[in-house]
């Protein structure tokens, strides 16, 4: 194998059937790039089997061009191709378990039917074929740990962090009469959107709105709660782009993380506890086992009971009242963001990683 730790600048192959916008892939990338490495992307926009005899024809023409390859997230086919077509390097960004999100969190597959069964193998037969696998918490990598009976010293986490080109503070604090509560999120049940609705109603006499941004899953079974609730202080908005995710952070006072009764919940931190962290924008999220990897209550974030919405009106409640908490939560959030989250400091723990290969 090529002895790359007196090359003067690395190349990396950036594989993989994954999208190049979604926020864990355009940080590492960007970040790489940062730190002085180069990047190859090799992915594709075919779909069903076209898909991998593309990455095939890519990845020939690139094939001695690199040093180690990183499969993006989702990953999981992509890194089995990837194995048969290197004997390079590899390192999987796993980020989550496809049976944990499939079976146990959204409850879309039967638990041990053949799409479970299919799954579970996925998830193993990747993690086995990677030289280092990587995550986002150390929740995770002690779950595939467990569940796949993998060597954990295979395994490490990185956190995800925010693209601060695209995620940034804007000037000064919400000063419209109402206190608006920002969400954004997939509605899927580690989310607790339902929780989130719910605390809602409690605040509906306080002055206190809220923007819930997205679309999924339980979209409908959500919204017919909070008509059943008869709740006129929440506006759902549709899905809406990246781009524009910053103005609709920056212009609330409070942004919220998530609060579902899932195992898989407590083995998050979600991208919108990050994104919140890199506007300055004051976080209320659920106390699990991976926010207390990162994160410090009423320091840099104020943390609630999972899936208790009298406990996140409590909260919400709390701040708005309190404007000197509020504002050293956000100051406090923006400084761990600076100094642990940012592309560059994320992709250099990857680079490091890579170097070690």
Known sequence: MQNISNKTKITV???GIYNPSYSRNRIFIKGLRQNGAEVIECTTALNRVSK????IRKHWKIRKQYDVLVVGYPGQQSMILARFLTRKPIIFDALVSLYDSMVNDREVIRRWGV???YYFVLDWLASTLANKVIFDTNAHVDYFAKTFRLNRNKLKRILIGSDDDVIFPTQGENESMDFLIHFHGCFNPLQGIECIVKAAKILEKNNIRFDIIGTGQKEEEIKE???KLGIKNVT???HIPYEALKDSITKASVSLGVFGNTEKATRVIPNKVYEALATRTPVITGRTPAAAELLTDRKN???CNMGDAEDLANKILELKNDSKLRKSI????YDLFKSKLTPHIVSAELLTLIKSL
């Open 13 to 15: 192959c950036y594989f």
């Open 52 to 55: 991998y005899f593309d990455l």
């Open 115 to 117: 799409k479970a069964i």
């Open 225 to 227: 709660l909070a008509k």
């Open 236 to 238: 759902f908005i549709g």
């Open 301 to 303: 974030v104020l943390l």
């Open 330 to 333: 956000a100051k406090q959030g």
